[in-house]
């Protein structure tokens, strides 16, 4: 688990703005009644957001970017600073199913031990063998690079040196700029950035929504992340194709690998169910909240001829070929880099750059034997049943601020029913219930200041102030109901843990309960570290009523480690485009 900063003091934060953030995730697609290249071989981070950079020989670089929304069509608004003006006849829309297949087909494999004899359900699995500068204009002190519609959007590209004069260019066009987001307009105005705006046109709906391409001229591949954290969902998935001459890699972010050794599986399932994501998350957060996971690095011509040699089962797995070919067919080698991110990780936007080095194979063997357990022997049947050599903390992820402890089935459902994973949070942190990257609901301890419409606040000026999205939420005895973004989170008491579920009617639901193991009172000693000073959070840091005060780090280097607190991990990132307040309305009853 990262280093949780100590201080006795308060919390440097201050506030970070929330961009327009789109942030429905489109679902990897059923592999039913598809072939070949189209059939999903592993499951995938159902919530990754997924972004595609292709090198081209002149410099230039193609970006396409997966537009996740859910909302109305009236509030759909995706905002995304650029290093330059995209060229000319670039922009356009790209096949959702293309990344998904994309995805799909690159992601991590997972094999059998070689002297475990239950069914290989990987048997058949492994890799593939064998700006527009157009018209130009000035409005005031804001520049109109591109105005255009393309596909569903109409599409704009601004810029100024004033972001309050951008900031109302914006709004008079109908692009929705909330409050929040106008701090990070700010600080990506002052660094010379461009602004690639989308809305739906008129007559358009968020059915109409497409992933998103265009080219940068001489530009080095880059993510502006640190406008996703305003609305992000915590321990959200990145996930990046860079093709090119080479391998790619991060230039200003850290590689982070992962120890094949300690890959908990549950026999029995298919697709072979296992931790990878989370050990994603927890190395991310021992590198300090960020870096890169290889998940594979090889030449594209494997892939090129699978797809090349695929019948489409349909229009749409065709239209999918016919955009994916030329990209893996232009560009002799991909990588596929991976994390797992926190709104307040959120920080520092990654580059990426040429790193040569060997291939990596997609393709890992599990082990049979972790920490002493057979996973070979475990018997089938739900994670936390009786006699399971796997329990639910192998695979949860509570966040940097968040440690796991198991909580015995009887509480959450009565006699017989599996044993679930909770999670406590350190002070300055708060329990949500999000989903984790098989689509499930899970729970992630959140960081406070990071909520950027509050009970009064107002969503844009002259709105009527917001309501308190906890008004009839209970979090159980001595908890505290903490609406973050209009979402309803929880405080759980010293010594207990939020658990996470999701009713009939879909909506998301947290409660604090006692779990089977204590948790350590030295745990309620850490905090969360400072925020950057021009990316202040939302509202002051929230203390747990009761925490002991904050542990003294003048012997241990201004820090202290949780490792070995298994289950925790990061908290989390979410879409790259900034989207509009419609997500933070249909989550308003949700925690």
Known sequence: MRRLLLSGGAAVGLASATMLVATVLMAPERAAACGGFFCGRQPVDQQAERIVFAMNPNGSVDMIVQIAYQGTAADFAWVLPLGAVPEAGSLDV???????ALDANTGPQFQMPDDCFLWDADASAGPPS????????DEGEVTVHIREEVGPFDVAVVESEDPAALVSWLRDNGFRV?????????????????FLALRLQPGEDVDSIQPFRFTLPGEAASIPIRMTAIAAEPEMGITVFLLGDMRYGGANWPDVTIDDNQIVWRPYTWPQETNWTALVARGVDEAGGRGWVTEMAGPTAPYAELARSTTPPDEESQAAQEALLPLLEGNPYITRLYTRLAPEEMTLDPVFRRTGGADVSNVRRLPRYVDGRDLCESPGGPVGGEDSAVTPC???????GGLCRVVAGEVMGGAGT???????CVPGTTARTTFDPSGRPAVSCVDTRMSFLNPGDREVPGADPLPDACVGVSCGEGSECVAMNMTPTCICAIGMVAVGSIDASGVRQTRCVAPREPVPVDFYTLRVPGLPIDLPGGRPSMELPGAPPPRDTSSDGGGCSAAGNTGAGSMGLGVLALAALALVRSRRRRS
């Open 394 to 400: 192998d695979f949860a992820t509570c966040g940097a």
């Open 418 to 424: 599996p044993d679930v994973a909770g999670c406590a």
């Open 130 to 137: 064998a700006g527009g500068m157009g018209p130009r204009s």
């Open 94 to 100: 790209f096949p959702q199913r293309a990344l998904v």
């Open 178 to 194: 909330t409050t929040p987001m106008e701090p990070y307009i700010r600080v990506y105005t002052s660094e010379g950035k461009k």
